[in-house]
């Protein structure tokens, strides 16, 4: 590996944050912090949002005859109006378990990385997830006054619930906020840094009652500009800091001085660390996620130094809401989240932490199995998601697929036009990720609250 | 509340009522009570009502206000002439000449409160863009300038048929359904339209307040069901005709004007919409675009939750994040009347949905103006400022020339985009909590961690470097300021009337000064003392959060 000035810069610069000796080469200084006190084996889980509404029904497409036929029919053909892929474009892949009687399946066409990574055993898919209360049938939902979620259909709700698990339109507290409040006093003592950060902006999932989450932007280095050693620039940071203090008696002031606060000591911290972040092997896409997910990767390599042993992460990828245009607009999202995920799964290979961090993605919903005018769909509800991972059970789909039918003809369709109910809650695909991460069983319910409804706290696509 | 004010002036009066009268002298020390009606304000009343009314005070604009008082220069205001937005040309693709407007008319547009609602009303009726053309976008500004002082239903149809937000929402060209294969009308206008724009997800009480059922339970506005009727309801409509051109089932894309039926591609089955005082609302079979357009909207319009809806957005995008009920309701009440009657003055035409009426009714409430006395200042008044009017209102307190390409570049990198909302549901949504907190506090949703250094460093380039070669800016008066002997107090009276409306606190004001003082004074220094007072008020919590 070839050695660039900018490698060189960094390393000097990082040994100058750590008060190492300054002679040490690039190679030294990360002997130096491998030698650190071995910490409890780290874990982190990475979110991956898809905002708008991912069309699941367009992700993982059975093949075999007869549930290829009923999918071509009611979707139509996706080059004359409607919204069906050629089983020639598709990408096949076999999963370790039947779904209705099949095992032969068919990707986007815009996912081969996600084909390899399935087929090779990291990648695993978790089918009709979706918001729920408790179990709920068809004919259940169609009943009066059914036990369902507030506000289905809605972005905002949905958005918030599948981050909250509070199902009832009130929102309070993110499940990884919760379950970072609840690893923190085992796992993360000795750290003051927030376990969780978003690289995508503020998410109501990252909050908890305790937990606060670290929010940066990708590629940046974070920190307050325009101050130096000279007298009058230390006078001004002191005011700066005295006028974040202040009791003024508005509360809205208290908010953001809080924010502002909570900031410049967590951004100092988190500077310091990334000053010796290796460079990275792995090539990361030029794209949205890209970059949140090369962050994320980045941090992952300086985990030594911000001292957390669990480590939740929050990316998102936005523009699923294809209402209208469709297949011009979903495909080159799959192709940028199958390429970013990718990368990013080889990242961790090269930082030898791929069993340690497990990639999940989450949705507002799915969207309805019939199209919609203008060749696009509209709000649903079950979907299907991806797990990534060393550690993920991986060349299989867990849960159940819906029926792929619609109105009376389906027990899954809630009315007529293809929008699945859930027969997995999200309690049930977050309480599987959070005990992989070390939460105990018992520890689950507060986190998980309508996980007492359903049968199994543990869907088994991770150990 | 522990809440210490600096303000030269003894006030004398209290401003209760909605009574926007104030002290009559402006820089003496007087104390008598004066008896004039509304036609004069304070300084600071002055300056507040700039904050909730403008893109931000400048010192000339604060004294017209003190000389001419609030309800007159509402009343200037609505009778402004209106800025306006240049068509891009045929085939520009990038939006940032169309961005820049918004900054230049903020910043020089005589008629600011108008351009306020305008982008108040941007932020409820969504358009970005992400999907619609820079053609698309102009013509949405100028529709929202238009309307900003008309009525909401007026509103509701031209937003409804304008082009922009049919290509954003996906109303233009939804067709009837098809039999092959099946398919269903778009649901994206007819649910974001309830959801978003006129009556909210559920049944609000005229103070802005959820009705519950006997479980306690809030009750939703509408139903799946009613989403699917509305959608079809807005079937048939495509781009209007481009002059010479010949209406089309699917016409192509063209922004100027309203969308046209062609009435073929429109599902003329009978439709069920909200039920009005119980009683469900049917539309018959056999009805035209246009027809079952009215109709619609109107069903929609006469829900009782419009009032409460929109009133409390338009509070929160205004004056405050956490309107008392009672706020909400005395402004939901205008927009069911129509008219205003306060401080001495009367707006609005009687009809409901009267928006100069509710845009009075807001601007003067007592809630709204008890802060113009730092004494009766609420703990939750107050909202964030969005980065649009974060900017907008430091280049105007400092009579900065801009071109609109530095501030909307700023805006960008603060996660406000202008004209550009990554969704529908706008930069930040009106029932963001704050973390931590019981209070609501929209504009928090984009002040992360990450955001709040980059407002930081923004008055860092502000005041100490550029923000872009198209942006100038002179501090030399404050220069000068620095320079007596008196210096910090000199400089601080004035930036505190300012830009914070006076009510820096004793505490603030002495760190501050230590700061200052801590530049040598002499003629090559007195520029960075001045930089360092504006640098640490803007940067502050108490500036950033309008109150």
């Not at chain 2, 863009?129 to 013509?139: K, L, N, S």
């Not at chain 2, 200042?377 to 020339?401: N, Q, V």
């Amino acid at each position: 590996m070839p050695i660039t000035r900018r490698d060189l810069m960094r390393a000097s610069c990082c040994t100058a944050a750590l008060g190492i000796a300054t002679n040490l080469s690039r190679f030294g200084l990360m002997q130096a912090l491998a030698q650190a006190p071995a910490p409890a084996p780290y874990q982190a889980l990475v979110c991956i949002f898809l905002f708008g509404g991912n069309d699941g029904n367009n992700v993982l497409v059975p093949t075999d005859t007869v549930g290829y036929n009923n999918y071509f029919t009611i979707r139509g053909d996706a080059t004359n109006g409607g919204l069906g892929l050629a089983m020639s474009s598709l990408l096949p892949i076999a999963s370790k378990t039947l779904q209705n009687g099949n095992n032969s399946f068919g990707l986007h066409p815009n996912m081969p990385e996600l084909q390899a990574l399935f087929t090779s055993g990291q990648l695993a898919f978790v089918a009709n997830v979706g918001t729920l209360s408790k179990p709920l049938t068809r004919a259940q939902y169609l009943a009066p006054a059914p036990p369902v979620p507030a506000n289905l259909f809605s972005h905002a709700d949905q958005q918030q619930q599948w981050q909250t698990l509070q199902v009832d339109g009130f929102y309070r507290s993110g499940w990884a906020g919760r379950m970072a409040d609840n690893v923190n006093p085992a796992f993360n003592i000795n750290s003051t840094f927030p376990p969780i950060t978003s690289v995508a902006g503020s998410a109501i999932f990252a909050t908890g009652q305790t937990t606060k989450p670290y929010a940066m932007i990708p590629g940046t280095t974070p920190g307050l500009s325009g101050f130096d050693s000279s007298a009058p620039s230390t006078a001004r940071l002191q005011a700066l800091q005295q006028l974040l203090n202040f009791d003024t008696g508005v509360s809205l002031i208290q908010a953001a001085s809080s924010i502002t606060s909570n900031s410049l000591t967590n951004s100092k911290i988190l500077s310091q660390a990334l000053a010796s972040a290796p460079t990275l092997l792995t090539q990361f896409p030029a794209t949205g996620l890209g970059s949140q997910l090369k962050q994320v990767a980045q941090i992952l390599s300086v985990r030594s130094a911000l001292g957390l042993n669990r480590q939740v992460f929050f990316c998102s990828l936005g523009g699923f809401d294809t209402h209208s245009a469709q297949i011009a607009i979903q495909g080159p999202l799959l192709q940028q989240l199958s390429q970013a995920m990718n990368a990013f799964y080889s990242a961790t290979v090269e930082l030898s932490v791929a069993q340690q961090v497990t990639t999940f993605t989450m949705s507002d919903f799915s969207r309805t199995f019939q199209p919609g005018s203008n060749n696009g769909s509209d709000h649903a509800w079950g979907s299907v998601q991806m797990v990534l991972g060393g550690a993920v059970k991986g060349a299989d789909i867990y849960g159940t697929l819906p029926d792929f039918k619609l109105g009376n003809l389906s027990l899954s369709d809630a009315g007529n036009n293809g929008r699945w109910i859930p027969t997995t809650s999200i309690d049930q695909y977050g309480a599987t990720l959070a005990q992989w991460f070390g939460v105990t069983a018992a520890n689950l319910p507060p986190i998980f609250p309508n996980l007492v409804n359903f049968p199994t706290p543990k869907l088994g696509f991770l150990g | 509340m522990g809440r210490q004010m600096i303000w030269p002036l003894a006030l004398a009066l209290a401003l209760t009522g909605g009574c926007a009268g104030g002290s009559a002298g402006s820089l003496t020390n007087q104390t008598q009570t004066t008896t004039l009606a509304a036609s004069v304000a304070t300084p600071a009343a002055a300056a507040r009502f700039m904050e909730h009314s403008t893109f931000g005070p400048s010192s000339a604009l604060i004294a017209q206000v003190q000389q001419i008082g609030l309800p007159a220069f509402l009343a200037s205001q609505f009778s402004a002439p209106s800025s306006t937005y240049p068509d891009p040309p045929a085939g520009v693709n990038s939006l940032l000449s169309t961005q820049q407007v918004l900054f230049t008319n903020a910043l020089s547009g005589q008629d600011q409160l108008r351009q306020r609602v305008a982008l108040a009303l941007s932020e409820i009726w969504v358009t970005s863009g992400f999907t619609v053309p820079p053609q698309g976008m102009a013509p949405y500004m100028r529709l929202l300038l238009q309307d900003a002082f008309g009525n909401y239903r007026t509103l509701m149809y031209d937003v409804t048929l304008s082009p922009a937000m049919g290509r954003y929402l996906d109303m233009v060209n939804n067709d009837k359904p098809s039999t092959s294969p099946v398919t269903h009308a778009n649901e994206n206008y007819a649910r974001e339209l309830l959801q978003l724009f006129t009556v909210g997800l559920d049944q609000l009480n005229e103070d802005g307040t959820l009705i519950v059922d006997s479980g306690g339970k809030p009750i939703p506005t509408y139903s799946q069901n009613d989403v699917q009727a509305f959608a079809r309801v807005f079937t048939g409509w495509t781009y209007p005709t481009a002059p010479g051109a010949t209406l089309q089932k699917h016409n192509p894309p063209y922004y100027l004007g309203a969308m046209q039926p062609f009435e073929s591609n429109h599902d003329t089955g009978s439709k069920t919409l909200l039920p009005v005082n119980g009683v469900p609302t049917v539309l018959p079979a056999g009805q035209s675009s246009a027809t079952d357009l009215n109709a619609a909207l109107d069903n929609i319009f006469v829900q009782p939750s419009v009032a409460p809806f929109v009133s409390k957005q338009l509070i929160q995008h205004l004056v405050a994040s956490n309107p008392s009920p009672a706020y909400v309701r005395r402004v939901a009440t205008v927009f069911d009347s129509g008219i205003f009657t306060g401080s001495g003055a009367t707006f609005g035409s009687g009809q409901r949905g009267d928006l100069q009426a509710v845009i009075a009714a807001i601007l003067l409430d007592p809630e709204a103006r008890s802060g113009d006395d730092p004494a009766s200042a609420s703990a939750t008044d107050g909202h964030l400022r969005e980065p649009i009017l974060y900017i907008a209102g430091i280049l105007r307190a400092f009579g900065a020339t801009t071109d609109g390409v530095g501030p909307v570049n700023f805006a960008t990198s603060m996660s406000e985009a202008p004209l550009n909302s990554p969704s529908v549901f706008n930069f930040f949504p009106p029932d963001f909590n704050i973390p931590g907190t019981n209070l609501l506090g929209p504009e928090f949703d984009i002040d992360t961690a990450a955001l709040t250094l980059v407002r930081a460093n923004f008055v860092n380039s502000f005041v100490y470097g550029s923000i872009g070669a198209g942006t100038k800016v002179d501090f030399s008066a404050y220069a000068n300021l620095a320079a007596s002997p008196d210096a910090s107090g000199q400089l601080l009276d004035s930036l505190n009337a300012l830009l914070l409306h006076g009510s820096m606190s004793s505490s603030a004001r002495s760190s501050i000064v230590t700061a200052v003082n801590a530049v040598p004074t002499g003629t090559n220094q007195n520029l960075q003392r001045a930089q360092a007072a504006i640098y640490l008020i803007l940067a502050s919590s108490q500036y950033q959060v309008q109150h």
